[in-house]
């Protein structure tokens, strides 16, 4: 028997429960699908022994007013304020993220700096014409010098390819408005409205998944359901239109029909599971698209304060560990014994190779080692327990050829009249979740009758100005959450 909703959701992370969400609140009723075991993606809150802590960290901060509204109307007095502090191991240094010269300076020695200057002004004279790889985007911007001795080692440990075979639009998307000189012009005077450089960021108490899991509660509230693992597994559609969608749960196979479908599973997943199926150029674009994969080691350390940062830029190469968060100093609720601390070793890496396949235990010792080693813990007995999650499919790849691939598929998927792909695997780009919430927004009011371009966000500057007002803070709707 076919189960009908006026919209199916795939995908329960960031841009397809604010699709719902906002679908609900117009009184047009959804059922949205998750594989995982928790809502959130790759944003989502995992918990170990009443520790919590984020797949990757996760600020609140943005600068498109309609975004910033819905969390405090969701979320509202279980926000703290966080003050941001970041900084780069290298060379045995530490850093200051963002830029403070003087900082700098007395790391690099007064040659090492006049060289980078040197470099910077060159690039200034005599630049790349084109920017086609990110290696010429950040040379353009900071000199080849400085490239080197901070982008060009983290950034390949993140993606495992060579700077020059990154697209330049990764960089135009991730640090667009940064410049050595505008770092330090901030740095000298204190002003700073560069996302990017922000000094303080809004948190919920508990963790990202705590935002996500309140979505969860007030769709449920209002006859909108959001149903764990649960794994889509045919798309079937005649001509231009989405019939059903066939989903896996519980060993049971379930058809749900309905007018609209909004999709945030990944394009190659998406592509495949077309019945009939998609065209051979489309199922070849899929199939040469990547993605980076992630995972996570936790530690358990018995000590109460390690060091102040949020996290720390591990940019050195005999490093494993990318990056390494310290998630009491995102908020001190994050764990449960005031006496310890927990520590997220990030690494960076791809299904297929060794680091991911590497036992639990394993990884926890190379965790443990690499964070005394970094002269972060001091006593490796004090590291008491730890935990291992791995996140598939984490980032996808900005490589030479994946934007060709993204236009054949693109193309071919606007061809249907009732689907819309959201978030950052629905449209394989590196977006935040503010920008995957707003891909949300504005799928709702596609199907409400609206006419907006998902694709230009996070691209368009037009897309924000429309959204750029914030209004007040409003209070949370109290009377539908439930406690």
């Not at 010269?101 to 790349?128: C, H």
């Not at 002003?191 to 979505?215: A, C, H, Q, S």
């Amino acid at each position: 028997m076919t189960e009908y909703y006026s919209t199916v959701v795939i995908g329960a992370g960031p841009a397809g429960l604010t699709a719902a969400y906002e679908l609900a609140k117009k009184g047009v009723r959804s059922i949205t699908f998750e594989q995982g075991e928790k809502v959130g993606g790759i944003a989502r809150t995992e918990t170990y022994k009443g520790y919590r802590f984020d797949i990757g960290g996760h600020r609140f901060f943005t600068k498109v007013g309609e975004v910033e509204q819905l969390w405090y109307e969701v979320l509202g007095e279980d926000f703290i304020k966080v003050p941001r502090l970041s900084r780069i191991f290298y060379d045995g240094k530490f850093f200051n993220y963002p830029l403070e010269p003087y900082d700098a300076l007395s790391n690099l020695g007064i040659l090492n700096s006049a060289f980078i200057l040197y470099s910077y002004f060159k690039a200034k004279v005599r630049p790349y014409p084109t920017e086609e790889n990110l290696e010429q985007w950040v040379i353009n911007r900071f000199g080849e010098r400085l490239y080197k001795t901070f982008f060009k080692t983290y950034t390949e440990k993140v993606w495992g390819i060579p700077c020059d075979q990154i697209h330049a639009e990764w960089a135009a998307q991730r640090i667009k408005g940064l410049s050595l000189r505008k770092a330090a012009v901030n740095a000298v005077f204190g002003t700073n409205n560069t996302k990017t450089l922000i000094k303080e960021f809004d948190y919920p108490v508990l963790g990202p998944g705590m935002m996500w899991e309140r979505f969860q509660e007030l769709l449920n509230l209002r006859g909108c359901p959001v149903e764990l693992s649960t794994k889509a597994t045919r798309i079937r559609r005649i001509g231009s239109r989405i019939q059903s969608i066939d989903i896996r749960q519980n060993g049971e196979t379930r058809t749900i029909s309905g007018d609209h479908f909004i999709s945030s599973m990944p394009l190659t997943a998406l592509v495949r599971q077309l019945d009939p199926p998609a065209p051979d150029d489309v199922l070849e674009a899929a199939s040469r698209l990547s993605y980076r994969d992630f995972l996570i080691v936790s530690l358990i350390i018995d000590q109460d304060h390690l060091f102040p940062d949020n996290w720390i830029y591990i940019h050195s190469p005999e490093f494993k560990v990318g990056r390494i968060q310290n998630f009491k100093n995102w908020s001190p609720a994050m764990v449960p014994d005031p006496n310890k601390t927990c520590l997220g070793m990030e690494y960076f890496c791809n299904q297929d190779d060794g680091l991911w396949a590497m036992a639990d235990q394993d990884l926890i010792d190379l965790a443990s080692t690499e964070v005394c080693n970094l002269g972060l813990v001091q006593d490796r007995d004090r590291i008491q327990d730890g935990v291992v999650i791995r996140q598939p499919k984490a980032y996808p790849v900005y490589d030479e050829e994946y934007r060709r691939h993204v236009e054949v598929i693109r193309d071919y998927l606007s061809t249907f009249e009732n689907l819309q792909t959201v978030g950052r695997n629905g449209m394989h780009r590196y977006n935040n979740q503010d920008h995957s919430m707003l891909t949300g927004i504005l799928a709702a009011k596609n199907v409400l009758g609206e006419s907006h371009d998902l694709w230009n966000v996070n691209t368009e500057r037009s897309y924000y100005e429309e959204f750029s007002k914030a209004s007040p803070k409003p209070p949370r709707e109290r009377e539908l959450v439930a406690r």
